[in-house]
């Protein structure tokens, strides 16, 4: 039976009260006294020089308070790439300055040159009219191709567009040249893939207040991960004094990876507002978010894999550029290298994998991290050349993959491409795909298809992805700049009821609900007394926000050692009330007992001994019952799963519907299915969207073509069938206190090679030979391939 | 600046506004309700749906002005008269029909629009008429099962869950 409360109950989420009444607090919704606004101004052309630039109009214009430019930050910082990546030769990456406003030139289209204050956002929206800026356009560097090859540079300074030219695993290059030199068998793909704009629904916002009587700074922004927006300004930017900085990111409205990076605008909001002595608000509009939130993916990549004659993997090798965009944004170095090289082992045996990415500065937005980051890349290069690989051998697609699986009695394993996974059977989750997406029944449900004319494929894919980001250690080897454990503070107030801090961010993924189950059930006690902060620098401890799938894996962990303290401390309080050793106290449903007695007292009791403390052992224990934890995992955590995907294509048109998606995944323990569930849902969507009908486009010019929802397609309601998903094989993560693994990025790793297989599948049918067609999958693209494949 | 007078969520409001300013903001910025999110520039996302004398309207694609006179209800208005969730928050609750709350008011508003129309509503009829709800975050699954959900009816996954 399910249970109703405690980890494992699909409790319904307490946060959305506030949602569903219209009373959520999102930064936009913030109005602080005196407010002022902010508007950019920014560029229209991809790459110029900027000769001047003239602000006297626009400074006397009505209710403007202030025009800054990129020559009021030539003193100050500039945003830092996060992470270090070295190149082959053993050269450090290109690392040019991100300055809070272009100076000198302007990199893409939307760079901000300049910004307006005024009182109202109409009079800094016309007043960014009246700023006369004499910029000389200059070509454009927009082909990954071209930028390597010439010499029209995005950054002079460093005289070549690219960042780095990494291997990996260096040592197994030869290796890998010579099993695919001999290899029985050797497929070979070249594909695309897209670039995304990651489009949380609440565009991005920022408000910065000062108090000229203490020095102290507020920053309310749209972040996942406040801590790293204060650090990163504090240290690199501004220099604000940590201690003088507060970053609140209340409501979110959704990120997926495009809110962990810290912006330019949110430097300039409260520079600004220290000038004005008022607060400053800036609020993007949707063209401005499709302009300069931070993109995802925009992989080319050729994929190479050598099988022997019974269809055993002997090597993968890949050869990846990767677009960076305009600057490094803080994690666009390591996501087409450590969250993607690291996985190009897959789900498998293979003995050898070398994976090459040059790294390509262009005049586009920068490019960082979206849903999955890296591991999607990784996932669409593996699973589509397997499908590949399995019809130029004439096997079934599962089949294949089965053969080259890990073992459940192989783990832990360490992977061809450098990390050791502690868990999994990926054969359960193949069988429990198999039998949800009812795989036996295709055939019938294709003839049925037929009968209407429409060409009907089936289309599989497993995964696996590293989560719960990361331990310290192996990152700091990796070039990470920073550590990415978690912290939790587990406050116990003297009535009784609980404030649990967390360094994790909630924004949509339910911790306010999640996070109490896990600590009622350590304590015995009603999650509804417990509460969770979060999002707040001056409440909370510290934290690496979330991302990466790490909120209960990594900042989860830290909440269970800082309960386990405070357990360990309340029996020593129930101890000296019951007159009986500490090690002799068993708590159990939220009642301390003395074992073998009837003495008990309540956690109740306990909390409220630890605040009025008469009669009480000072010389033993201290007052209060607050304790902290920072966690630091010892391994990534490793999801993984088996996915199906049903379409439909109309050969007429060439359009593709998908009938029926199922995932099946490994997520360890699950502390509340309802969210995980929907954390998938979500993820598949993404991923379908991405397969079918998402695409940033960019013209030679660097235009962005799709810059609206109008261009831009969003995967809408009627896009989507209902859902399969299914989380019952899971198999304990060996390494962090709750078993957890991470759920928040699978749906979009998993799906898009399970789509695109099953469109390939479907263009199979009446002997047609189509072996590949990028995403997304347009029915343009259907068509040409069905043209082309006659 | 012109005067607007209207009712909003059954009380009566006034205030000042320029030619320009979108029913969207005149809620937002002179009324203090929130709970209208702005989510686009091109009236296509719909998280700032409201009714409007009774119909679905996208706030931001109506002016202040053009609201004089009329009857506007927002997501702060829905809740039953003893702030309980109404039948279709609470099925979006129940059914998990959201996660970072920020479509969530259109949402709401739209279903509300629909139900009144088509009280029971084929799964498809629920997918088409969302044509103009952009959600990020649930993959519309959930969101489909709660209006459902709401209408009275169960929608059958594809296989068990
Ligand atoms: S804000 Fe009105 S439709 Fe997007
Ligand atoms: S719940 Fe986040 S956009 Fe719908």
Known sequence: ?790 | MTKVTMTVNGKAVSGDVEGRTLLSSFLREDQGLTGTHVGCDTSQCGACVVHVDGAAVKACTMLAAEADGAEVNTIEGQANADGSLNVIQQAFQDHHGLQCGFCTPGMVMSAAALLKDNPKPSEQEVRDYLEGNICRCTGYHNIVKAIMAASGQDVPAMAAE
Not at chain 1, 244 to 267: C, N, Q, R, W
Not at chain 1, 329 to 339: G, I
Not at chain 1, 545 to 555: D, E, F, I, K
Not at chain 1, 592 to 600: A, E, H, L, P, R
Request: hydrophobic content about 40%; charged content about 20%.
């Open chain 1, 1 to 790: 039976m399910p249970k109703d409360t405690g980890i494992g109950a699909s409790t319904v989420r307490r946060e959305d009260v506030r949602f569903l009444t219209g009373t959520g607090e999102y930064t936009d919704d913030i109005v602080l006294a005196k407010q002022t606004y902010a508007v950019f101004a920014r560029s229209t052309v991809a790459h110029g020089t900027i000769k001047s630039i003239d602000t006297s109009a626009a400074e006397a214009m009505p209710g403007v308070l202030a025009v800054f430019t990129g020559e009021d930050f030539v003193e100050v910082g500039g945003n830092p790439a996060g992470w270090l990546i070295n190149s082959r030769d053993g050269e450090p990456m290109k690392e040019p300055k991100r300055p809070v406003l272009a100076h000198g030139k302007v990199r893409h289209v939307g760079d901000a040159y300049a910004a307006v204050i005024a009182e109202t956002i109409e009079q800094a929206r016309d007043a960014v009219e009246a700023i006369e800026a004499d910029i000389d356009e200059l070509p454009a560097v927009v082909d990954m191709n071209d930028a390597l090859s010439g010499s029209n540079f995005v950054h002079d300074e460093i005289e070549t567009n690219q960042c780095f030219d990494w291997g990996w695993i260096e040592d197994n290059r030869e290796a890998t040249d010579n099993a695919i030199k001999n290899a029985h068998h050797v497929t070979t793909l070249e594909l695309v893939n897209n670039r995304l704009v990651p489009n949380a629904m609440e565009p991005r916002a920022s408000i910065g207040s000062y108090k000229a009587s203490t020095g102290e700074y507020t920053l309310h922004t749209t972040s996942q991960n406040p801590h790293l927006t204060r650090l990163l300004i504090s240290a690199f930017v501004l220099g604000i004094p940590e201690n003088m900085l507060t970053v609140i990111a209340p409501d979110v409205g959704g990120g997926f990876g495009s809110k962990i990076y810290h912006y330019g605008e949110e430097a300039l909001v409260l520079a600004a507002a220290k000038k004005l002595g008022r607060p400053v608000k800036w609020t993007a509009d949707r063209t401005e978010s499709f302009l300069t939130d931070a993109h995802g993916r925009d992989h080319v990549t050729k994929i190479e894999l050598a099988l022997d004659a019974e269809g055993n993997f002997l090597a993968f090798r890949t050869d990846t550029k990767a677009n960076v965009g305009a600057y490094l944004s803080n994690f666009s170095t390591a996501t087409p290298t450590f969250l993607h090289g690291t996985l190009m082992a897959g789900n498998y045996t293979v003995p050898l994998v070398y994976v090459n990415v040059k790294a390509v500065f262009t005049n586009t937005a920068p490019v960082d991290a979206y849903r999955g980051a890296g591991r999607p890349e990784a996932t669409y290069s593996l699973e589509r050349v397997i499908d590949k690989a399995a019809r130029e051998l004439g096997m079934d697609p599962i089949e294949l993959r089965r053969k080259n699986f890990i073992k459940p009695d192989q783990y832990p394993y360490a992977s061809a491409a450098g990390l050791e996974y502690d868990a999994g059977n990926y054969d359960a989750l193949m069988d429990k795909m198999e039998e949800v997406a009812d795989v036996a029944g295709f055939e019938a449900r294709r003839q049925a298809s037929e009968a209407k004319g429409l060409l009907r494929g089936f289309g599989v894919n497993a995964y696996i992805e590293a989560c719960g980001i990361a331990p310290s250690n192996l990152v700091g080897v990796l070039g990470s700049r920073v550590g990415l454990y978690d912290a939790a503070t587990v406050r116990v107030n003297a009535t009784g009821n609980l404030s649990v801090m967390v360094g994790a961010h909630s924004h949509g993924q339910g911790h306010e609900t999640a996070f109490p189950q896990v600590v009622a059930e350590m304590l015995g006690i009603d999650p509804a007394v417990i509460d969770i902060v979060h999002g707040d620098t001056s409440k909370i401890p510290f934290g690496m926000g979330t991302y990466g799938s790490r909120s209960l894996a990594v900042c989860g962990s830290a909440v269970v050692r800082a309960t386990e303290k405070i357990i360990n401390k309340a029996k020593k309080i129930a101890g000296h009330m019951l007159e009986a050793s500490e090690h002799d106290i068993t708590l159990s449903d939220g009642v301390f007992s003395v074992d073998g007695t009837d003495k008990s007292v309540t956690f109740g009791e306990v909390a409220l001994k630890a605040y009025i403390p008469h009669e009480y052992p000072l010389e033993d224990i201290e007052p209060g019952l607050e304790e902290t934890a920072f966690y630091d995992p010892a391994n990534f955590t490793y999801p993984s799963g088996a996915y199906a995907c049903e379409v439909e294509v109309d050969p007429d048109t060439g359009k593709v519907r998908v009938d029926r998606m199922t995932a099946v995944d490994d997520f360890g323990n699950v502390i509340n299915p309802m969210i995980v569930t929907g954390q998938v849902h979500g993820g598949l969507a993404q991923g379908i969207g991405q397969a079918l009908v998402e695409n940033t486009s960019y013209d030679e010019n660097g235009q962005l073509l799709s810059a609206s929802y109008m261009d831009y397609t969003m995967p809408r309601a009627d896009d989507m069938p209902m859902f399969a998903v299914d989380h019952s094989q899971g198999t304990l993560c060996t390494h962090n206190p709750l078993g957890v693994k991470g759920c928040g990025e699978a749906g979009a790793i998993g799906s898009p090679p399970t789509v695109v297989n099953a469109v390939i599948d479907a263009l199979q049918s009446g002997g047609r030979n189509v072996t590949h067609i990028d995403m997304p999958v347009t029915p343009a693209r259907v068509w040409d391939a069905m043209q082309n494949a006659k």
